[in-house]
Nanobody, 124 residues
Framework: QLQLVESGGGLVQPGGSLRLSCAAS????????IGWFRQAPGKEREGMSC????????NYADSVKGRFTISRDNAKNTVYLQMNSLKPEDTAVYYC?????????????????WGQGTQVTVSS
């Protein structure tokens, strides 16, 4: 069974950090671009960051550039999103997704497999 599982979410104070993980089972991530998306209540799902299959290409939304860092460990079949300097507006459910190709982008249509999401809440 093909599955992506996110973990690492939680409650953090403004200015704090979290590291999200996206682990795959049932298939290898080696050939897929991977994206991180988030969806806040009442809002559209938006792309935050992505990484190509090789890891040589990454992309970030302007709202998180300089604060979030995406990385991957293909040996562990896992992709990470390090989130620093978190703000209340970062509060959302965060999803990882595997692309249909080795490239990556921030549009949802490029992605074939999705995890169930992990909640991130930034609040004092």
């Amino acid at each position: 069974q093909l599955q992506l599982v996110e973990s690492g979410g939680g409650l953090v104070q403004p200015g704090g950090s979290l590291r999200l993980s996206c682990a795959a089972s049932g298939f290898t991530l080696d050939y897929s671009g991977i994206g991180w998306f988030r969806q806040a209540p009442g809002k559209e799902r938006e792309g935050m960051s992505c990484i190509s299959s090789s890891g040589r290409s990454t992309n970030y939304a302007d709202s998180v550039k300089g604060r979030f860092t995406i990385s991957r460990d293909n040996a562990k079949n896992t992709v990470y999103l390090q989130m620093n300097s978190l703000k209340p507006e970062d509060t959302a459910v965060y999803y990882c997704a595997a692309a249909r190709s080795s490239a990556c982008g921030l549009s949802t249509y490029q992605y074939a497999y999705w995890g169930q999401g992990t909640q991130v809440t930034v609040s004092s």
